[in-house]
């Protein structure tokens, strides 16, 4: 390569550079404008969550309070393993339910082999995606939500977000005041993985599994319309 091409690359780049700057790529990246928002599959925001919960390939039951949520998981775990026995992380959330009351005998920990069942309670659940968010640490170990055959999640109707923006400004906001957690998990369905020729196989290397519970003011009927909807 001669002197002056090398010279001329070397001008080039020094210019890409140079037009590179932030203000530029910031300039660039308002001009790409927006990505259209998704239309929510119903206008009521308890009823749009429950559908992707759904088609996320979860499972639903909404209640009012935490004795009927104590009573939807006792009835869950029951249906399925003829047990009342789960393992929960010690959020204090958790910690403060009517657990006596439905003869469900909580483990508070992280979860253990041969323990098939674990209970979270989420920070947020995001509307457009029905994914549910959790803080893992300590009080909430990370094996709870990934390990389990079956993951039960609890959401609070107050904790709902429209969208994954509002999600990451209320992390920024609880983080601000409280400092980080170790991790966050987004969480949009059980675990499900496929081969080569696209057939998917749930709970490969993660729950079989997902069961969200809806706690609070959900309207009547949003569970049997969302199912609907869902075509479930």
Known sequence: MSTSARSEIFARLRD?????????????????????????PASEICEAFLVNVLKNKGSADCVSNRAEAVAAIGHYIYSHFRSHRLVAGNDPRLAAMPWRDAGVLPRFGRLEVGEPVALSFAQLGVVETGAVMT?????????????????????????????????????????????????????????????????????AHGPRKWHVILMGKVPAEALSRARTIAGV
């Open 135 to 203: 803080w893992t640490g300590k009080s909430n170990p990370a094996a709870n939500n990934l390990l389990p055959e079956h993951h039960i999640v609890l959401v609070d109707t107050t904790d709902l977000v429209p969208d994954m923006e509002h999600a990451w400004g209320r992390i920024k906001q609880e983080i601000d005041q409280n400092g980080p957690p170790r991790g966050i998990n987004f969480i949009a369905g059980p675990s499900s993985t496929a081969d080569i020729e696209g057939q998917l196989v749930y709970g």
């Open 16 to 40: 890409i550079n140079h037009q590179a700057s932030a203000e530029r790529i910031e300039l660039d990246r308002q001009a790409l404008g927006s990505a259209p928002v998704p239309k929510p």
